[in-house]
């Protein structure tokens, strides 16, 4: 199939579109479609949990599955755009580190993949039609509101449900307790409402390697360096396995077995198979900027500030031409993130509920709004500029 951006997976064999649409859906988390990293990142996932394993392939494909039921547009469904978000519902819940594992969470883990998908639609149309219809913006992707929206909703019902679902919250002096962002501070600063920084600990460079792995596992609530690796490997063999005729940007016609899935937004035929390098990246900025800011010590080893940070390194330079300016443009996004995932925990860990990828979408979405007035970065395939 021609195009000058995307392929088409819709092939007509049922077994093949298949597997385009499971694997595709599970590398689409990390914000592109290519089968060969949505099967690493499952062997990683399963490594780490089987739970989490067998979670993210039963959400994917319910996601899928109900857009295809709805009617969605076929080619949307094998490209892998209805399985991501309802992964990372599905996985917050049964599979997840927020919730207990029962009947309870896993019932909810279902019902949550389903409802995703119908989020996922009602993003796009926002984000991707509200902003160019009758007006002078420009459409910029939904990436993981639908996730974040439908999770924050059915975690906030379910406090209130007479099932065993929600761990007991951890009581501190004085209590400072967030069971869903992982935080719990006991003892202050002097004079101050900031929390002690723990000294026991001294950070190596084996250490600070294996927060940044977990950083890149925990986008999808795994905390494993074995599965960052994964990750990384997954991410940098990101390729589109696919026959397709894709138009460059110079005008010729060029024809692959396989295209670079990670620049594909902006030139399919570019080499530049970086996405593992921008997640290891992203990682390392998040895990050195919580350092710099002594926030909590079991939190960054955790990796808990290292994934959003990945999603903003990938999406501002997967999305967007990759130059000089760009990378500079991601890394500022990176770092802006740093500041907005202790914002978000500290926001909405007063009513017990993690960040999410709340920091990563909101980051996201202010760095590429600004991009239309920034002539020196190139835009993006339609969604920058007119």
Known sequence: MAGTCC??????????????????????????SSPLNGILILAGVLLASWRAGVMMVIAGLIGAGMALMMGAPYDLVTFGLFGYNSILTGMAFWSGPFVKSNRATFAISIFGAAWTA???MAFAHVMGDWFVLGGQGWAIPGF??????????IMLATKRFGH???????????????VASGTSVSKLMPGSSNPEPEHSFRWTPKEFMIAVLKGVSQVTFVENWKTGIFWVVGLTLSFELLA?????PDGTTVSRLFTNAYTTQWDPTSPLYLAGAMALIGSA???????????????????????NQVLVMIALTSFVPLTWQTFLYAVLATVACSFMMPAFQNLFGRWGLPALTGPFVFTA???????????YIPAGIGWARP
């Open 164 to 178: 065993n679902i929600w761990p007991a919250p951890a009581q501190t002096e004085p209590i400072v307790a967030a």
């Open 244 to 248: 397709t005729t894709y138009t460059a």
């Open 365 to 375: 979405w202010i760095f590429l709004l600004g991009l239309a007035g920034f002539q």
């Open 118 to 120: 119908v989020s996922w």
């Open 7 to 32: 392929p088409s997976y819709s092939t007509g064999d049922p077994l093949l579109d298949f597997f385009y649409i499971l694997f595709n859906g599970i590398s689409e988390v990390p914000l592109f």
């Open 285 to 307: 900025i998040g895990a050195g900027m919580a350092i710099l800011q002594k926030l909590p010590t079991a939190e960054i080893r955790m990796g808990l500030h290292g994934f």
């Open 144 to 153: 993981t509101s639908s996730f974040i929206f439908t999770t924050w909703a």
